[in-house]
């Protein structure tokens, strides 16, 4: 850090509860969000109380530095961005309650899905659901206004509003509700002031009604002054934290509807499908979205469902909702609009229609996935969201668009369109590449060629999304006489241009393609040998061009566009029980624990904004250390961003600068100490359960003291293969497989391994253990030591590429040591081996329901009676999108197979193992314990190690390998007594 941050910390440190970060990588983390803007703030502040806040504010007043709030940073127009303090109030400004049946008080910190869910148990919604609804707070939502598909049901944020807590640009604490002009105090003074404004510009005011119906761009003093009365909070929803910054809201909620239908309707033309929706929305749709055909075969592309669900020679899609509280009304009425638009107005050729609960939700994916997956689409140019706010009259769409389509042509554009149809909501998504010079007025002359259509129009700029940085700077063009009202709403609360400058009324705005996210490099980036070999050469030609020699292959996709990949759209913050990601971010939910927090540090570093050197700092650690590589954000991201690999790629810097330290070395060399434990079994696990020895190893390895561990096994599975004889390679015919055993197998659980032998004999598969192999060594690559795990990952690699070549298949009972096989080695050697590998690696369960799905599998299976809960391990999820191991269970007769979905367990290898990480690995898993602590079962089951230690160590459950139960079914195994 430098003087003046230094500074700013220490000084805001004295008088703020919550975190103050001010420190490089901090603030690069927080100059981004899901824009294509970039601005890096003096410091971050993440407020515990709205006395924090005011402090804050004051602090900022006195020292001449801007404010801007900031939620999920998930805005698509850098609302939340700027130059001076970030107010991050999604960490802990997060609670809320019920004040009667209908109204709640909330936090802006509040995620908007959470409080949904929690909702929904009191039969109760919050009806504005924005695209981001999954991660967004409330505070964004009231600061944008937000609406979303169900506008026509629901109406926008504003329409719930019944008063505001706001912090004032003095600093002051008030609440903001509906005020006559005389009343005392603030809310008196700001509601004279706002009405003299009005009073000013009465005639104007009819340009803020006119055109949409949702107007969410400049100040709404048509809405907030009615006589003598000022509805205070009225105006500041939809200001974007210009006039004053939300911390508490009253709003009203909704009664969860009874019943609710889908029909999709499938068009031959884009304007046919927007006159469908006058249609529909005319006959009380609650949603009407249009997706044109781009979006409809990136759908078919991402889920092959949807390839049987939407035909290939559809132009356009409408997807409408209807809600009732009568069932056979619903159908009637669903019935009736797709009779009216097929057969009678002859509009659509195709319709679907679903009032099932699963069918339509799976009907709702197509929207709400669709957009974000925009960011998987691989090349220079992306979709950008520049101009993708657009609204006006319904009427007038389907000519709108057709203007538009021309103007995308004259541009010799691509682009996507996206519309909440039923109320003239338009979102246009231009494919531009960022890193091209002359895309920045490519993109300012497409702006405003198609603003000033919209204008020509009668429409607005903003319909939703707010203005920000993207759009702020055309606002004046669309008020003309009416904008001096603005500049005076914004002089009269915030007169020093404190509160989110630049925004709405910016003085003067940027231009849309000034302050663009960086996505170009701006270093020199090769391997390290390269790096070595040329180092001379290129210190003389280039002395000032820092280098970045990185440590794993980038040849398939170069670090620069893994890193481009994400856009920041946040999406990775959601706390949904039905995803995985984060499990870190679940429990600890700061922005560098965010995947995206490593995407936008590498960028960071990349695009020269921050110092190669910052690479091996402690901070860079701590944020990395957040990350135990699960991998579920690398499947789940929209994006499909390897986070995982730019992790790997971060702590690889930091720990060849820095070496690992004594703990960390330690534990990631603890196979070498194992065959000596093994061969002292009694002795070592005697020093395992000894208080006094895990002391000792707690202060010498940061081993956790209450962390239970298995015991070694006297008699290794290697040791048990050589004297089976599996360690010769098989001279007949027929399949066979070379098992790959890994750490836990051979030195803790032979018997698994031994069961893994039996099921393949069983099933006349051979089965032979290469000799000589090492484990996979992924606690050397989660720790950094990359060059550590290179040496074994070549060794490895050597023996079993070699033994695919002699026709086996490698199988192995380790998840992890799969996901090595198959991800990490690539990522650590570019060669022909390393793929040969990868192509030819299975899980165990995976490879025997293939042979089953060919009706190889043998079913043969003795009746077991018993029940079990099983959990899908996250290395499972991140190489297999099935659930195999689930799937063979079921096969055996009598067994009652539980699935177990209540996320990660929490214990990522070692990273449960340590003391520093024992609490966060339990909170983690706590939604595993307690599910397996209730279940009605004889025992749990898993593929993970590391997960069957964390559900026996939290729940008391004997937790068995699902090879174990198929290898006792099939009578190869000694009674199990968990299912005895």
Not at 63 to 91: K, N, T
Not at 109 to 124: D, K, M, W, Y
Not at 532 to 549: F, G, K, M, N, T
Not at 782 to 788: H, V
Request: aromatic share 6%; hydrophobic share 40%; charged share 25%.
């Amino acid at each position: 850090m430098d003087a003046d941050s230094i500074r700013l910390q220490a000084d805001l440190r004295g008088i703020i509860e919550g975190d103050v970060l001010c420190g490089d990588v901090h603030r690069q983390i927080y100059a981004s969000d899901a824009s294509i803007y970039q601005l890096k703030p003096a410091g971050i502040v993440r407020p515990r109380s709205i006395r924090d806040i005011a402090s804050c504010v004051q602090y900022a007043r006195e020292h001449h530095l801007s404010i801007h709030p900031r939620g999920a940073g998930s805005g698509l127009a850098g609302e939340s961005l700027g130059r001076g303090i970030v107010l991050d109030m999604s960490r802990y400004m997060r609670r809320w309650y019920r004040l009667d049946d209908s109204l709640i008080r909330v936090q802006a910190g509040v995620v908007l899905a959470q409080l949904n869910r929690e909702l929904a148990t009191h039969g109760r919604l919050y009806g504005p659901d924005p695209q981001a609804r999954s991660v967004t707070t409330m505070g964004g939502v009231l600061s944008l206004d937000a609406s979303g598909s169900h506008w026509l049901r629901y109406g926008s944020a504003r329409d719930t509003v019944h008063s505001l807590q706001v912090v004032t640009a003095t600093g002051e604490i008030v609440e903001f509700a509906s005020h006559h002009r005389d009343s005392e105090g603030i809310p008196g003074r700001m509601a004279k002031e706002v009405t003299g404004i009005a009073k000013r510009h009465s005639e104007q005011l009819g340009k803020l009604r006119d055109g949409a119906p949702h107007n969410h761009g400049g100040y709404r003093l048509d809405l907030a002054v009615a006589g003598d009365q000022v509805n205070l909070a009225n105006l500041l929803v939809g200001a974007e934290g210009t006039l004053g910054i939300i911390a508490e809201a009253t709003v009203s909620t909704e009664p969860m509807p009874t019943h609710r239908g889908v029909s999709l309707l499938f068009f031959h033309r884009l304007e046919h499908a927007a006159r469908g929706a006058l249609l529909a929305a005319g006959r009380g749709a609650a949603a009407c979205d249009l997706m044109d055909r781009r979006l409809l075969e990136i759908a078919r592309e991402t889920d092959p469902r949807f390839e049987q669900l939407i035909p290939r020679n559809a132009e356009a899609m409408l997807l409408v909702e209807f809600q009732d509280d009568q069932l056979p009304e619903l159908r009637s009425r669903l019935r009736d609009l797709n009779d009216c638009l097929c057969r009678q107005e002859k509009l659509a050729f195709g319709s679907r229609m679903t009032v099932e609960r699963r069918e339509r939700d799976f009907f709702w994916l197509i929207v709400r996935r669709v957009i974000p997956r925009l960011y998987r689409l691989r090349g220079d140019t992306r979709p950008l969201p520049i101009i993708e706010d657009i609204a006006i009259e319904p009427a007038k769409l389907p000519d709108l668009m057709v203007e538009l389509q021309n103007i995308l042509k004259e541009h010799q554009i691509t682009a996507t369109m996206f519309a909440h149809a039923g109320h003239g909501h338009l979102h246009i998504r231009p494919f531009l590449d960022l890193a091209d010079p002359g895309s920045p007025q490519v993109l300012r002359e497409l702006a405003e060629s198609i603003f000033e259509k919209v204008l020509e129009f009668g429409g607005t700029i903003s319909g939703e999304h707010g203005a920000g940085l993207s759009r702020s700077w055309f606002l004046p063009r669309q008020y003309g006489s009416l904008w001096p009202a603005m500049i005076a709403v914004k002089r009269a609360f915030d007169p020093a241009g404190l509160l989110n400058p630049g925004k709405v009324v910016g003085l003067p705005s940027q231009g849309p393609d000034e302050n663009l996210r960086n996505v170009t490099a701006m270093i020199q980036i090769g391997q390290e040998a390269e790096s070595d070999e040329e180092s001379d050469a290129d210190s003389v030609a280039e002395p000032s061009v820092p280098r970045l020699p990185v440590l794993q292959s980038w040849n398939d996709e170069p670090i620069e566009m893994a890193t481009r990949n994400c856009n920041g759209c946040g999406r990775c913050k959601t706390l949904a029980p039905s995803e995985r990601m984060c499990p870190v971010y679940r429990v600890l939910p700061i922005e560098e624990a965010s995947p995206r927090a490593k995407a936008n540090l590498l960028r960071g570093v990349l695009a020269g904004e921050l110092s190669v050197d910052a690479l091996a700092t402690d901070e860079v650690k701590q944020i990395t250390d957040l990350c135990f590589g699960c991998h579920q954000c690398r499947i789940e991201c929209p994006a499909s961003v390897d986070i995982p690999k730019i992790v790997n790629e971060l702590r690889g810097q930091y720990v060849a600068t820095n070496g690992l330290s004594v703990a960390d070395y330690l534990m990631t060399r603890i196979e070498s100490i194992a065959p000596l434990a093994s061969r002292v079994a009694t002795v070592s696990n005697w020093v395992l359960k000894s208080p006094r020895w895990r002391w000792v190893l707690e202060r010498t390895m940061g081993l956790a003291r209450g962390r239970r561990i298995t015991p070694y096994a006297k008699l290794s599975f290697m040791r048990w293969a050589a004297k089976k004889r599996l360690t010769r390679p098989l001279q007949k015919g027929g399949p066979k497989v070379a098992y790959f055993v890994d750490y836990f197998a051979n030195w803790h659980d032979p018997e698994l391994g031994q069961a893994l032998v039996e099921v393949l004999r069983h099933n006349r598969v051979g089965v032979y253990v290469p000799p000589n192999q090492y484990s996979s060594m992924m606690p050397r690559i989660a720790a950094g030591d990359l060059k550590g795990a290179m040496h074994a990952a070549t060794h490895n690699i050597r023996i079993l590429a070699e033994a695919v070549r002699q026709g086996y298949q490698i199988v192995t009972t380790e998840p992890t040591a799969a996901l090595c096989l198959i991800q990490e080695y690539p990522n650590l050697i570019d060669s022909e081996d390393a793929r040969l590998v990868a192509e030819n690696t299975y899980d165990s369960c995976r490879y025997l329901w293939d042979m089953h799905l060919r009706n190889e599998l043998s079913l043969d299976f003795r009746p077991v009676a018993a029940s079990v809960a099983y959990h899908q391990p996250c290395h499972v999820r991140a190489i297999d999108s099935g659930k195999p191991a689930q799937q063979l269970m079921d096969l055996i007769p009598g067994l009652r197979v539980q699935s177990m979905e209540k996320g990660c367990s929490g214990m990522a290898g070692l990273y449960g193992m340590k003391r520093e990480n024992f609490r966060n690995s339990v909170r983690i898993g706590w939604n595993l314990i307690s599910g397996m602590r209730k279940a009605d079962i004889q025992a749990a089951s898993t593929e993970c190690s590391a997960c069957k230690n964390q559900i026996e160590h939290g729940s008391n459950r004997t937790t068995l390998h699902p090879i174990k139960v198929m290898a006792y079914a099939y009578g190869r195994l000694p009674a199990l007594t968990a299912l005895s």
